[in-house]
Each structure stands twice: as structure tokens, then as C-alpha cells.
């Protein structure tokens, strides 16, 4: 994988394509797919099977809220590690099969 510099481009898009800032953490999930804690965007994104890249969790916005709501709406606070549950067969990740280093949760 190679990722470029600056930008939260890349979205719904090639992750060759994506730009990340600070990656910090990397997991994989039962699946195959890869999940990158994108500390300096404050974001949690997934490299799918198929080789697309997708926010999966935070707004981009730096604080610690959205706790019980959807993934998308929180707010990370530079996310720096991801751990999760490789017999999880859903393709979803939970609080239950997820953890975020550097966050109270």
C-alpha cells in the first residue's frame, strides 16, 4: 500500500488514490479487510477486499463525542491504535470489537 501526503482525499475511491495523515494504528478484520487509525485527520478508514478506501469513523473534527450514535458522527481525538476481534464474521466493527487507543472510551 502506498498512501500519499496531506489531504482526506480518496474517499469511495482506489486506496492507491488516498491521501492519509499520520497513519497510527493498522488491524485487520475477519474479513480481510484493513482499518488504518488516521491520527492527524481524526478518522478511522478501511481498505476493503476489493481495494477501496473508506472513512469508517469520525468526523475529522478533534474531541472526544458522539458516543452511542454512528460511527461517521464521532469525534476522535487522534485516533493512534486499532485491535480487533479476528473472529468477528459481521464485517462491522463494535465497541465490542474495537478499542481506540488515545480515548477515554
Not at 475511491?13 to 484493513?34: E, K, M, V
Not at 474531541?63 to 473472529?87: E, M, R
Not at 464474521?89 to 472510551?105: D, Y
Request: no cysteine.
Amino acid at each position: 500500500m502506498r498512501a500519499r501526503q496531506g489531504g482526506i482525499f480518496g474517499d469511495e475511491a482506489s486506496a492507491p488514490a488516498a491521501q492519509l495523515n499520520s497513519p497510527a494504528g493498522l488491524a485487520f478484520d475477519a474479513r480481510g479487510n484493513l482499518f488504518i487509525a488516521d491520527s492527524g485527520y481524526h478518522r478511522v478508514r478501511m481498505i476493503s477486499i476489493d481495494g477501496m478506501m473508506h472513512t469508517v469513523a469520525g468526523t475529522g473534527t478533534a474531541d472526544f463525542a458522539g458516543d452511542g450514535g454512528p460511527a461517521l458522527d464521532a469525534a476522535l481525538n487522534t485516533p493512534a491504535g486499532l485491535a480487533s476481534d479476528a473472529t468477528e464474521t459481521s464485517g462491522l466493527l463494535t465497541p465490542a470489537t474495537i478499542a481506540f487507543e488515545n480515548s477515554p472510551r
